[in-house]
């Protein structure tokens, strides 16, 4: 691998090739933020939501990395907010006829994800404030953009 493989990573996706920059940000040993955040939008692109805690766990390490990039915490609080959509929609059951069959553990869990994903939000809004937070969020439109899509369609 080359040494800025998180950036070719980010290319392939801005190209329309997720499962190339799924491939290529798999096998760098580079542990940079970038090569994370690249990852974790190329498993939500090519496996979608069934693998979002695999995407979320990838999106942790790129914030662990790069803790100041607050676009970071946004991509991974709209994983969260996907990963809850998903538990509602499974666990909740029919909203027509009211069934349900969500036990305490499931109904912990989503409480978890959702205050996992306002965590996320609430310091992304924090910085929202400041100059450096247009600079971040333009950098990631892309993967931003597709993450909307994918909540759009919960």
Known sequence: MTGNDG????????????EAAYVWARQSNEHTAQRYSALGTAILKCFGVKKVDAAIKTYTKAVELDPRDFSLKLMRGIAYKLKTEGLIRDY????KTGSSHMSFEVK???DDT??????????VFEFSKSPGYRRQVARRSGELHFLETMLGEC
């Open 92 to 95: 909740v059951g029919d909203p």
């Open 108 to 110: 912990e869990m989503i």
């Open 7 to 18: 950036e070719i990573a980010h290319r392939y996706l801005e190209r329309g090739s997720p």
């Open 114 to 123: 959702i205050g996992c994903a306002k965590r996320d939000f609430l310091s």
